[in-house]
């Protein structure tokens, strides 16, 4: 299974974009699926995961408000709507997908087993 980003770019601070994740290769029953972030010299850092069966959706307190997390499984693809852009959001943008991934480790990077390529994204000020 392969999971490809994209829907990155250049914004302003306010803006919105839409990231999508697609998965592509055998059949595909992630337990969930998440969004990760890595700034300049940063580590990375949790974003927001989605149950793939349940549609419950976990949020890191940077982003409730402003992203929604959301999937399509007859597309096996999940989305990432982010609203009211701030410089401090850019970052590489990776989705991952987690086969036995926990309640209580959804924000850990290790806990997700296969990962995109990543995704840009820029806000400028």
């Known amino acids: 299974v392969q999971l490809q980003a994209s829907g990155g770019g250049l914004v302003e601070a306010g803006d919105s974009l839409r990231l999508s994740c697609a998965a592509s ?4 029953r992630p337990r969930v699926m998440g969004w990760f972030r890595q700034g300049p010299g ?8 989605i149950w793939w069966s349940g549609g ?3 949020y890191a307190d ?15 693809t999940v989305y990432l709507q ?8 850019t970052a590489v943008y990776y989705c991952s ?3 036995r991934t ?5 924000t850990i990077p290790e806990q997700y087993d296969i990962w995109g390529q990543g995704t840009q994204v820029t806000v400028s000020s």
């Open 56 to 58: 419950n959706t976990f």
């Open 97 to 99: 997908a987690g086969t």
């Open 25 to 28: 290769g055998p059949t595909f």
């Open 42 to 49: 940063k580590e990375r850092e949790f974003v927001a995961t």
């Open 82 to 89: 982010m609203n009211n852009l701030k410089p401090e959001d």
């Open 102 to 106: 926990i309640l209580s480790s959804i």
């Open 62 to 76: 940077s982003a409730k408000g402003r992203f929604t997390i959301s999937r399509d499984n007859a597309k096996r």
